[in-house]
C-alpha cells in the first residue's frame, strides 16, 4: 500500500546560489507543496505539507490521478501544485482555491486549471523508495514519466548540476514566477520531516507568524509577526506598515480572536499593546503564516528596526516550519550576482 509520509522533507534558506559539491539544483516553484498518492482502484490523495486533504480545491489533479493508467501501479509523488495565468505562475489564484470561497471550485479549475510539477518519487510498484538516493529516486521518477507517457496537468520538475542551465533558472525564469533554486544532495535518502535540503531565493522576502493585529478582525491594518521560540513560544519580531484593503480582505478570511493562551497575553511587546493606546493591538491565534519584505536589520532583541511590507497570507505553510530569525541566513545578494556566483567555479 502507497503512504504517504506524515511530514514532506524540507528545505533549510541559504543566502548563496553557488551549487554545493555532491548536488543537484532544481527550481523553486512559487505554488503550494502537495503529496499524490495513488493506487489502482482506489480514490487519489492528494494532501499539504500540513496534512490537510487538498482534494475538494483541486479536483482536477484528483481527476487525472485516478484517470492513469493501472499499469503505473501505485505512486507517492512529492512535487508543487502550480497555476499558470498570462504566461507565468499566479500564487494569487492557488490562494482563492485554499480556505473560504467566493467561487464554485469547478470554475476555478474551468478558468485556470492546476498543474502538478513532480520532483520526488517515494513509493512506486509496492516499493518504498525513501531510504534510496536521490540519484535512485530521480531516476525513478524519470523512468516513470517516459515509460507511462506521462503528461499535463503532471510535469516533470527539471533537474540540473549545468551551472550554465541553473544560471538560466535565475535569470529568464525567474520572469515566470520561480523563486530561486532548490538543492539536494545526490547520494541522500529522503528525510521525511527534516530540513535536508537548502534552498535559495531570489526574492528577498521572510516568512513570519501573524500573532496580532491593529484594526478589526474584519479590516486588519497592521499586522504584528513573530517566529516560533522554544521559551516564549512566540517571539515578537516587528510589524508591518498599513496594509490595502485587498490585502486586508484576504487576511481577515484566516483571522479568529485569541483567547488566554496566546503567548503574547498579558505581555507588551510594543506600545501598542499597552493598555490605554492609542490603537490597540488585538490578538489573533497566531495559525497563519505570511510572507514580508523586512528590513535585515534588527536591534539587540532581534527586532526589525523598520516596518515590514506585506506581500501575501501563506496558509500553505505552518507555523513550525520556520526557523527563528537569529538562525537565518543574510540577506540574498542580487540577481546578478547570484547568477556569477553560480557560474564561479
Known amino acids: 500500500m502507497a503512504r504517504l509520509p506524515a ?26 507543496r ?7 482502484g482506489q480514490r487519489p490523495r492528494l494532501v499539504s505539507r500540513r496534512g490537510t486533504d487538498l482534494a475538494p480545491a483541486f479536483p482536477e489533479i484528483v481527476k487525472a490521478a485516478d484517470a492513469l493508467p493501472d499499469a503505473l501501479g501505485d505512486i507517492v509523488l512529492d512535487g508543487e501544485l502550480v497555476i499558470w495565468n498570462a504566461g507565468r505562475l499566479d500564487f494569487q489564484l492557488l490562494l482563492h482555491r485554499h480556505g473560504r470561497q467566493r467561487r464554485p471550485v469547478g470554475e476555478l479549475a474551468a478558468a485556470h486549471p492546476a498543474h502538478y510539477i513532480a520532483f520526488d518519487l517515494l513509493h512506486h510498484a509496492g516499493q518504498d523508495l525513501t531510504g534510496q538516493s536521490y540519484d535512485v529516486r530521480r531516476g525513478a521518477l524519470e523512468a516513470l514519466f517516459t515509460e507511462h507517457e506521462l503528461a499535463p496537468p503532471f510535469t516533470l520538475c527539471p533537474s540540473s548540476s549545468d551551472p550554465d542551465e541553473i544560471g538560466l533558472w535565475l535569470t529568464a525564469w525567474t520572469e515566470i514566477g520561480i523563486e530561486g533554486l532548490c538543492f539536494k544532495r545526490r547520494s ?26 491593529t484594526g478589526s478582525l474584519h479590516r486588519p491594518e497592521i499586522l504584528h509577526v513573530g517566529l516560533p521560540d522554544p521559551r516564549l513560544g512566540l517571539r515578537y519580531v516587528g510589524r508591518t506598515t498599513p496594509v490595502g484593503r485587498g490585502a486586508a480582505r484576504e487576511i481577515a478570511e484566516h483571522l ?12 507588551q511587546p510594543t506600545p501598542a499593546f499597552e493598555p490605554g493606546a492609542e490603537q490597540p493591538a488585538i ?16 536591534d539587540g532583541r532581534g527586532r526589525w528596526r523598520q516596518p515590514a511590507t506585506f506581500l501575501r497570507p501563506r496558509p500553505d505553510l505552518s507555523a513550525r516550519e520556520l526557523i527563528p530569525l537569529r538562525n537565518r541566513p543574510a540577506a540574498p545578494e542580487a540577481t546578478r550576482a547570484a547568477v556569477g556566483a553560480t557560474r564561479a567555479p
Open 7 to 32: 511530514e514532506p522533507m524540507l528545505a533549510a534558506p541559504t543566502s548563496s546560489p553557488r551549487l554545493p559539491p555532491g548536488c543537484a539544483a532544481e527550481p523553486k516553484w512559487d505554488g503550494f
Open 34 to 40: 502537495a503529496l499524490l498518492a495513488r493506487e489502482p
Open 188 to 213: 541522500q535518502p529522503y528525510l521525511a520531516g527534516r530540513r535536508g535540503w537548502t534552498k535559495y531565493r531570489v526574492r528577498d522576502s521572510t516568512e513570519v507568524v501573524l500573532g496580532a493585529i
Open 256 to 267: 479568529t480572536l485569541a483567547g488566554t493562551e496566546h503567548p503574547w497575553y498579558g505581555r
Open 283 to 298: 490578538l489573533v491565534e497566531p495559525t497563519l503564516v505570511v510572507e514580508l519584505t523586512a528590513d535585515a536589520v534588527v
